[in-house]
């Protein structure tokens, strides 16, 4: 997942000067143009995220200051991290959630994972195992009709220095050292074996990295970095490449790997939406989040010589989901988090069976002006997450099992927000 400071959106896109006919070339199982992506993340199963699964790091000795899936091995060791990681691996997702996800209508999952899943070169501290995991993801959504974006979500030295790049860190160290030719070793390894033909029933998009941080980083080396990824993955095969916008407008991504630069097809610019991640977005009523979602639509949407998708977003009004903001800190909403104000009590605002009836609907008048605003103005979306521990607003199927998330997906209890 994506904890910044951002209230902006994540999208995809693909690259093409003309949208409507752009993936004519395009081998993988999916329609490009004709069919919205519906999505849900995995997160928090092959790149830990504190809030996600807080009881992994809440059984540990808090004394040792593990706040990310680095730390749980620098400080554990490799077998104890091990003897962590692998239960969590086995069972946080499983091919019963696959079949959850394509019986609730989605039609593609988005799957984060480190680059230490396939190298451990940088020296850094973390424990392997994970890769694994992605076949056997392949294997489920195979099985149950889902496609699948591979995410790289962490690279060597952490890109944004959020935990869930495996890494929190004041400033980001992608970039430093022999970083970006260690994270592009790795594509390759994801390439050679993923890109393949025989992969492109399922693996309908390979996201080169995600959230770089270009406010902190060199932004021509990202757009290099960029160029050479999508290389790669072009001697093996024309599945789609996904790229993140680094927090810019994907508009400002035109002409860069789009068909009037040496005919490159099929590039995707993912761009994630929060309303969470400042104290000014807290502090809005709900009818105001629906009002911003409408807003904020031609921002995105407008403008971009490639195709749209919400990579990210939730359904959260709030920061205050334990550890959201990272392990130890809180919450903007209830002026626990630094030089923020009081807002409101967090109490209750994790947990589903707790809500009013007025909240859910407030919340499912918030999913609904972001369905019909993403699939009228973009590709479509992928939601962020498909589960959680203990943080129901950004919990799929809780708020599917609520009746807080429509079904079926086009399904709308209230009538149209955005004109």
């Known amino acids: 997942m994506l904890l910044k400071n951002f209230a902006t959106a994540l999208f995809v896109c693909l690259a093409t000067a003309a949208p409507t006919s752009s993936l004519t070339k395009r081998s993988v199982s999916f329609a490009w143009g004709s069919e919205k992506v519906r999505g849900l993340n995995i997160g928090g199963w092959l790149v830990l995220e504190p ?6 790091f809440q059984s540990v000795d808090q004394s040792l200051g593990i706040v990310d899936e ?3 091995t620098q400080k554990l060791g490799t077998a104890a991290a091990y003897n962590i990681l692998k239960p969590h ?4 997702c499983t091919f019963t959630d696959f079949q959850k996800i394509a019986d609730a209508g989605f039609n593609t999952v988005r799957i984060p994972i480190g680059y230490w899943a396939y190298s451990l070169d940088s020296g850094e501290t973390y424990t392997q195992g994970a890769a694994a995991y992605m076949d056997a993801a392949i294997d489920w959504a195979r099985g149950t009709g889902l496609k699948i974006w591979i995410d790289l979500h962490g690279a060597p030295g952490s890109q944004n220095g959020f935990d869930n790049s495996g890494h929190k860190v004041a400033t980001p ?5 022999d970083t970006v030719a260690q994270t592009l070793a790795v594509l390759e390894t994801i390439t050679a074996k993923y890109a393949q033909a025989q992969y492109q029933d399922v ?3 390979i996201q080169l990295l995600n959230e770089p941080l270009g406010s902190a980083l ?6 290099s970095f960029y160029r050479s990824g999508f290389d790669q993955v072009r001697k093996v095969s024309d599945t789609p490449v996904i790229l993140h916008d680094a927090f810019v407008s994907p508009s400002t991504w035109n002409g860069f790997l789009s068909t009037s630069d040496n005919g490159a097809q099929n590039v995707v610019v993912d761009h994630h939406e929060y309303q969470v991640f400042t104290n000014d977005l807290v502090a809005l009523q709900p009818w105001q989040h629906r ?3 409408c807003n904020n ?7 971009s010589d490639k195709w749209v998708v919400v990579g990210e977003w939730t359904a959260a009004m709030t920061d205050c989901a334990p550890a959201l903001n990272g392990y130890g800190i809180g919450a903007r909403y209830d002026g626990t988090y630094p030089s923020s104000s009081y807002v409101g009590s967090c109490s209750g605002k994790s947990n589903v069976n707790e809500w009013s009836t007025d909240f859910k609907n407030d919340m499912r008048g918030y999913i609904e002006a972001q369905l019909s605003a993403f699939e009228s103005h973009t590709q479509g979306w992928i939601f962020w997450n498909f589960k959680t521990e203990a943080a129901h607003e950004w919990d799929a199927f809780a708020l599917l099992d609520a009746g807080v998330f429509p079904q079926p997906l086009t399904d709308r209890k209230f009538s149209a927000i955005c004109s």
């Open 51 to 56: 809030w996600i699964t807080p009881s992994i």
């Open 70 to 72: 680095l730390t749980l």
């Open 89 to 92: 691996w086995d069972s946080w």
């Open 173 to 177: 160290g992608w970039q430093q050292g």
């Open 203 to 205: 693996v309908v998009g």
């Open 218 to 223: 060199n932004f021509d080396t990202i757009k």
């Open 291 to 293: 009002q911003l979602v």
């Open 297 to 303: 639509a031609a921002s995105y949407a407008s403008g």
